[in-house]
């Protein structure tokens, strides 16, 4: 098979001394490039590489030269393309296949408007009612955060996509090392990041809402509004503060463009930068602000299942007037609310974890990785998704507004606002009634 590397591998040509170790340049999950010693791919005119570097670095002791590839190729070609597209666009290329990168496109297209048109939803249902519920100003927070997956699909991917299939190779290497540590790389890889700790703090905050609910029944229904604000403004501070953290360290991470799911991502820069003496700081940094949430959320949702548990089967055994199969009923109910919301977050990042397992124990490689790795990827993006069925596919009003939209049956002026003044009436009614149960349920139980 023909080589062109001597063409236009100039610029990521390097070489190390005592070690032949694959290194890898720039990784997330799965590397965007790898470090293969020059020997490994046969280099046509080796002294038109940086004036005979190369070959002087080659012949001298212990030493071994290497040139930088991409590691894995967009998905709908082969890693063949690599080397026989140099000089042919993608979509002249017949190493790739336009059928492939057509249901690509369309799936995102699809993925991004259910995930922008569904979460538009909820934000406008949660609105309405966000004066007389506080769950509804947190729901309609989650949907503004669960939204910026879908201006990344269609502000990021399809722009990235598009101009992919109509480069060669050549220019996709070429543009892959000039984006890095570019500002829109820095601008790219934080909002990235941002798109996903901001929904991930807001299911945190959703989980110590819900423990505070069950656990404290009194103080949640009287918290102010004004309360439940400063949570969601701090939660989203915390998405911003942890979409800047691999900025704080730029000799461990670096910004680079990620060719096969065309997106831009911190990594960190090399397997020697995690030896010096700030590397230490910025990953437990990246733990704190990814991995640690994502545990107390899960800690918190099964305390707070334990929790409703407890206190329906202690509330049912004192109260003679409650029926027990009414509270059976919420106990499902709300477990299974609960159960899902887990699940659903982490079923979609499974497959990317699994990928990155596989990757690293030589089961994918970089010439045969980047179907898997785009379809894990994306699912985790679906993420964004799933919270909407979850959070209000299961409420029966959101889905009777919802039918309502669909058949374009609206409520007349007058009945809507009247409907609204009594709704608010009793809304305080029963919100009063049930502080006032709530106190004398507290109190049978202290006794």
């Given at each position: 098979?023909?080589?062109?590397?001597?063409?236009?591998?100039?610029?990521?040509?390097?070489?190390?001394?005592?070690?032949?170790?694959?290194?890898?340049?720039?990784?997330?999950?799965?590397?965007?490039?790898?470090?293969?010693?020059?020997?490994?791919?046969?280099?046509?005119?080796?002294?038109?590489?940086?004036?005979?570097?190369?070959?002087?670095?080659?012949?001298?002791?212990?030493?071994?030269?290497y040139v930088s590839v991409l590691c894995g190729f967009p998905s709908f070609c082969?890693?063949?393309?690599?080397?026989?597209?140099?000089?042919?666009?993608?979509?002249?290329?017949?190493?790739?296949?336009?059928?492939?990168?057509?249901?690509?496109?369309?799936?995102?297209?699809?993925?991004?408007?259910?995930?922008?048109?569904?979460?538009?939803?909820?934000?406008?249902?949660?609105?309405?009612?966000?004066?007389?519920?506080?769950?509804?100003?947190?729901?309609?927070?989650?949907?503004?955060?669960?939204?910026?997956?879908?201006?990344?699909?269609?502000?990021?991917?399809?722009?990235?996509?598009?101009?992919?299939?109509?480069?060669?190779?050549?220019?996709?290497?070429?543009?892959?090392?000039?984006?890095?540590?570019?500002?829109?790389?820095?601008?790219?890889?934080?909002?990235?990041?941002?798109?996903?700790?901001?929904?991930?703090?807001?299911?945190?905050?959703?989980?110590?809402?819900?423990?505070?609910?069950?656990?404290?029944?009194?103080?949640?229904?009287?918290?102010?509004?004004?309360?439940?604000?400063?949570?969601?403004?701090?939660?989203?501070?915390?998405?911003?503060?942890?979409?800047?953290?691999?900025?704080?360290?730029?000799?461990?991470?670096?910004?680079?463009?990620?060719?096969?799911?065309?997106?831009?991502?911190?990594?960190?820069?090399?397997?020697?930068?995690?030896?010096?003496?700030?590397?230490?700081?910025?990953?437990?940094?990246?733990?704190?602000?990814?991995?640690?949430?994502?545990?107390?959320?899960?800690?918190?949702?099964?305390?707070?299942?334990?929790?409703?548990?407890?206190?329906?089967?202690?509330?049912?055994?004192?109260?003679?007037?409650?029926?027990?199969?009414?509270?059976?009923?919420?106990?499902?109910?709300?477990?299974?609310?609960?159960?899902?919301?887990?699940?659903?977050?982490?079923?979609?990042?499974?497959?990317?974890?699994?990928?990155?397992?596989?990757?690293?124990?030589?089961?994918?490689?970089?010439?045969?990785?980047?179907?898997?790795?785009?379809?894990?990827?994306?699912?985790?993006?679906?993420?964004?998704?799933?919270?909407?069925?979850?959070?209000?596919?299961?409420?029966?009003?959101?889905?009777?507004?919802?039918?309502?939209?669909?058949?374009?049956?609206?409520?007349?002026?007058?009945?809507?606002?009247?409907?609204?003044?009594?709704?608010?009436?009793?809304?305080?009614?029963?919100?009063?009634?049930?502080?006032?149960?709530?106190?004398?349920?507290?109190?049978?139980?202290?006794?």
């Amino acid at each position: 098979m023909e080589n062109n590397y001597s063409q236009y591998i100039e610029p990521s040509l390097y070489w190390e001394r005592n070690d032949s170790v694959v290194y890898e340049l720039g990784y997330a999950i799965i590397p965007n490039r790898v470090l293969l010693p020059i020997d490994y791919y046969p280099i046509p005119d080796i002294n038109d590489l940086e004036n005979g570097t190369a070959a002087a670095a080659r012949n001298q002791t212990n030493a071994t030269a290497y040139v930088s590839v991409l590691c894995g190729f967009p998905s709908f070609c082969s890693y063949s393309a690599y080397n026989v597209c140099s000089n042919t666009t993608l979509v002249e290329c017949d190493e790739c296949s336009m059928i492939g990168a057509g249901f690509f496109i369309f799936a995102c297209v699809v993925l991004g408007a259910m995930i922008l048109i569904g979460n538009s939803l909820v934000f406008w249902y949660n609105f309405r009612n966000s004066i007389q519920d506080k769950f509804s100003i947190m729901k309609a927070s989650l949907s503004v955060a669960d939204s910026l997956a879908g201006i990344q699909i269609f502000g990021v991917v399809l722009y990235n996509v598009s101009w992919t299939i109509n480069s060669t190779s050549q220019e996709l290497d070429m543009k892959q090392l000039l984006y890095q540590d570019s500002p829109q790389a820095i601008i790219g890889g934080m909002f990235y990041i941002m798109s996903f700790t901001s929904s991930l703090f807001h299911l945190l905050y959703f989980s110590g809402q819900r423990l505070f609910a069950v656990t404290y029944p009194i103080n949640y229904k009287i918290q102010s509004n004004a309360h439940v604000a400063f949570g969601l403004v701090l939660t989203w501070i915390l998405g911003v503060i942890s979409a800047t953290v691999p900025a704080w360290f730029p000799n461990t991470y670096t910004y680079s463009y990620y060719h096969t799911i065309y997106l831009f991502l911190p990594s960190i820069r090399n397997y020697s930068s995690t030896n010096n003496s700030s590397s230490g700081a910025a990953l437990a940094l990246v733990f704190v602000f990814s991995i640690l949430p994502y545990c107390l959320m899960v800690i918190l949702t099964i305390t707070s299942a334990l929790q409703i548990r407890i206190r329906l089967i202690r509330s049912a055994s004192l109260s003679k007037s409650m029926d027990k199969d009414l509270l059976k009923k919420k106990e499902v109910k709300l477990i299974k609310t609960v159960a899902i919301m887990q699940i659903g977050f982490t079923v979609t990042l499974v497959p990317v974890v699994v990928i990155l397992v596989l990757f690293y124990a030589h089961v994918f490689s970089c010439k045969n990785v980047s179907t898997p790795y785009v379809i894990g990827f994306y699912m985790s993006m679906s993420n964004s998704l799933v919270n909407v069925l979850v959070y209000s596919g299961r409420d029966s009003k959101f889905r009777a507004w919802l039918k309502s939209i669909v058949t374009c049956k609206s409520v007349p002026a007058k009945e809507d606002s009247h409907t609204s003044f009594s709704a608010t009436r009793n809304h305080n009614a029963k919100a009063t009634t049930e502080t006032d149960n709530a106190i004398q349920t507290s109190k049978i139980v202290s006794r």
